[in-house]
Nanobody
Framework: QVQLVESGGGLVQPGGSLTLSCTFS????????MGWFRQAPGTQRVLVAR???????RYEDFAKGRFTISRDNAKNTMYLQMNSLKPEDTAVYYC????????????WGQGTQVTVSS
């Protein structure tokens, strides 16, 4: 299995920047893709960005040009650099790992709150 721990959330003013981190441990070699999701109050959890084992990335439209997903395998850490933040980016952000061992599995972190407000 894979364990995930997010950090880096907080309060930021509109237009500001924030970097989220997700440290992963466990059966790391079984991970084939990781991602960041977010969930605002009263809404469903949605994908923000995704990165595969070969560093191919994908972004949802609202994240394109403002957010950057990356991974440092030496540090077992995935990042989400968020720039030009808007109040509508306020949400709990979760990191996610898709892995395959003897069967497919999905792991989630506990989430970190991001609040964009003046």
């Amino acid at each position: 299995q894979v364990q995930l721990v997010e950090s880096g959330g907080g309060l930021v003013q509109p237009g500001g920047s924030l970097t989220l981190s997700c440290t992963f441990s466990g059966s790391i070699s079984t991970i084939y893709a990781m991602g960041w999701f977010r969930q605002a109050p009263g809404t469903q959890r949605v994908l923000v960005a995704r990165i595969t084992r070969n560093d191919s990335t994908r972004y949802e439209d609202f994240a394109k040009g403002r957010f950057t997903i990356s991974r440092d395998n030496a540090k077992n850490t995935m990042y989400l650099q968020m720039n030009s933040l808007k109040p509508e980016d306020t949400a709990v952000y979760y990191c996610n790992a898709d892995y395959f061992d003897t069967e497919f599995g999905v792991s989630w972190g506990q989430g970190t709150q991001v609040t964009v407000s003046s």
